[in-house]
């Protein structure tokens, strides 16, 4: 059972967003209205931690769980995409308040409408994939 | 006692602290926190790569992300039907306020209003039409901006990656545009 603990993993971030309420088409309103601290919190205290975390990966070169040395990869260089792209995302998600990994939680939570926005989300990955070649990046 | 902490609105310290946990623990098992890829494995998975290069990938290399969705699928039922709380979800009384003024429903322990998300919707073709262009922005976007929330703010910005900062930037503004501008016209 390799993929155990990738479920298990999965499972506390299923409870970990929704218990926060990242998960919450509310919350991500109330943030863009900078009515609340609540999710800047949260992503600002999770970048820290990550940051702590993967510097000491890297100063102390530890190793993956099998063995083998740690390596992240650094995002391709550009800026156009990540302009372009990340805007498109932004207006999806403060649309309908989540983003992927919410929308995959809260479909698991029993919300059926929400999976009108997961074929959405796959539908545009699909138009991605089909008009990429042509897109400025 | 300790239930209660659990089934009330966990604190942004705690709660941004696992989630960095949470990526880091997929870097030690080998991976990277990335949502939105698992995105590109459904569309992957149905042979369309036969016809667009961008989905001939090998997503079975990424069945642990989808894995880590399936699970993460079981915690958000857990969540929400087991450590719920009439409490959750108390926003901004000005939030709030400014939500009626648009005919949205307040909160009272849900995560999601009932105006955008209710099953009354599949009756609405303008809300159903609302939540999947949505959708399509938010698959669109993701994968042209080669991540999301968890890729980029989460993972890149750890890394301290300068495309991550300019991605999460463009997630901000898009937002704000959204939020400010367009979702009023919207209700």
Redesign the interface.
């Known amino acids: 059972m ?32 900078f ?17 702590i ?2 510097q000491l ?1 890297k100063r102390k070169q ?1 190793k ?3 063995g ?1 040395p ?1 390596v ?8 156009t ?21 919410p ?12 999976g ?15 008009i ?1 070649d042509k ?1 400025p990046h | 006692m300790v239930m209660e902490y ?1 089934t009330h ?2 604190h ?2 705690i ?18 926190f990335g ?2 890829s ?3 494995s ?2 992957a998975m149905t042979g ?1 790569g036969k016809k ?1 290069p ?2 001939d990938w090998d997503w079975k290399s990424q ?3 989808l ?15 087991f ?1 719920n709380d009439a409490s ?2 108390t ?2 009384p ?2 709030v306020e ?2 009626a003024a648009m005919n949205i429903d307040a ?1 009272n322990g849900k ?3 009932d105006a ?4 009354q ?2 009756q609405s073709p303008k809300m ?1 039409l ?21 890729g ?13 900062l ?15 501008f ?2 009023p016209l919207l209700f």
């Open positions: 390799k993929l155990f603990k990738f479920i298990l993993v999965g499972f506390v971030f299923g409870i970990v967003l929704t218990k926060a309420e990242a998960v919450s088409w509310y919350r991500i309103y109330e943030m863009f209205q009515q609340s601290f609540h999710m800047f919190g949260i992503i600002m205290v999770a970048i820290a931690t990550g940051v975390g993967i990966i530890l993956d769980v099998e083998n740690i992240i990869q650094d995002k391709e260089k550009g800026t995409q990540y302009l372009i792209g990340g805007l498109l995302f932004g207006l999806g998600w403060a649309m309908v308040g989540s983003c992927p990994g929308i995959f939680i809260l479909l698991g939570s029993g919300f059926l409408s929400v009108l926005v997961l074929f959405g989300a796959v539908f545009g990955t699909f138009l991605y994939g089909l990429k897109l | 659990i609105t966990w942004w310290a709660s941004g602290f696992l989630i960095g946990l949470i990526m880091l623990t997929l870097i030690y098992f080998g991976k990277a949502m939105s698992n995105l590109r459904l569309c369309v667009i961008f989905f069945r642990w992300n894995a880590v969705v399936f699970g993460a699928m079981i915690g958000g039922y857990v969540a929400i039907h450590l959750n979800v926003l901004n000005k939030t400014q939500l909160p995560v999601l209003p955008l998300f209710g099953n919707i599949f159903i609302i939540l999947i262009v949505g959708g399509i922005l938010i698959g669109f976007g993701s994968r042209y901006a080669g991540g999301c929330t968890s980029h703010a989460i993972s890149g910005m750890s890394n301290l990656q300068l495309p991550s300019k991605a999460v930037i463009g997630f901000f503004v898009g937002g704000l545009i959204m939020a400010h367009i979702l």
